[in-house]
């Protein structure tokens, strides 16, 4: 049959404010989290990663925090720039060194 | 360190056809992962290749096929191409896996196109 396009979420921020990007994940066997950045026409870029045993890290202007109880990971951009534009992707791994992505949220940045 | 490059970059293919995508992981990973992104299904896992082994396999089915070379360039084939195959084909790496995932590199991919 046809297929339908994944409805992305959405999220669009003014320049200079702090996103928040949120992604429920399903298995509660994974234990290990990276969030992902996909621009146009380009493969996902790493961000920043995270084990179980840690509920928040923090990168460079990025923040993940891992709630395991609700199942939810959330990614947090300080002072968000036009660059920041793109698809973000939260992948877990629940076995081995297979990961399982979402969904994506697009992000779009106002100038 | 250069990162992970994929070959060609873009395909058009008819359907029937086969078609071979190449990938050469950063130096000193040893695993191999490909996935399948498309607006329909989004990001999909299809096989993972360690030492020459195929470690981890996705629910795709057996037209889509891969190895692993001894310097862990790794490469997938697909067989009897279908509409429904175009897609953005995504090779990932990584290190040794000793127990714990390890966090995986993307390449920037091979847009295949079927018509």
């Known amino acids: 049959g046809e297929s339908v396009g994944l409805h992305l979420p959405t999220l669009s921020v003014q320049e200079g404010d702090n996103s928040i990007i949120n992604c429920a994940y399903s298995?509660?066997?994974?234990?290990?989290f990276i969030w992902y950045k996909q621009e146009s026409g380009k493969g996902p870029q790493f961000i920043i990663d995270?084990?179980?045993?840690?509920d928040k890290r923090q990168g460079q202007r990025v923040t993940v925090l891992l709630n395991k109880t609700v199942k939810h990971l959330s990614l947090q951009i300080a002072a968000t720039q036009p660059g920041d534009s793109a698809v973000y992707f939260c992948a877990e791994n629940p076995t081995g060194n297979q990961f399982y992505f979402g969904t994506g949220t697009s992000l779009t940045v106002i100038p | 360190k250069a990162g992970v490059t994929q070959t060609p970059r873009y395909l058009i293919k008819t359907r029937g056809q086969q078609v071979t995508l190449s990938c050469s992981p950063i130096s000193g990973h040893r695993s191999v992962s490909w996935y399948q992104q498309t607006p329909g299904q989004g990001l999909q896992f299809l096989f993972e290749y360690f030492s020459e082994t195929q470690r981890n396999k996705g629910n795709f089915p057996g037209r889509f096929s891969g190895r692993q070379f001894s310097n862990s360039r790794s490469e997938m084939n697909v067989s009897t191409l279908e509409l429904g195959d175009s897609a953005l084909y995504l090779c990932?790496?990584?290190?040794?896996?000793?127990?714990?995932?390890?966090?995986?590199?993307f390449g920037p991919g091979t847009r295949l196109t079927v018509l």
């Open positions: 298995n509660s066997a994974s234990d290990y």
């Open positions: 995270i084990r179980s045993n840690m």
């Open positions: 990932a790496s990584s290190l040794p896996f000793s127990g714990r995932a390890d966090t995986q590199y």
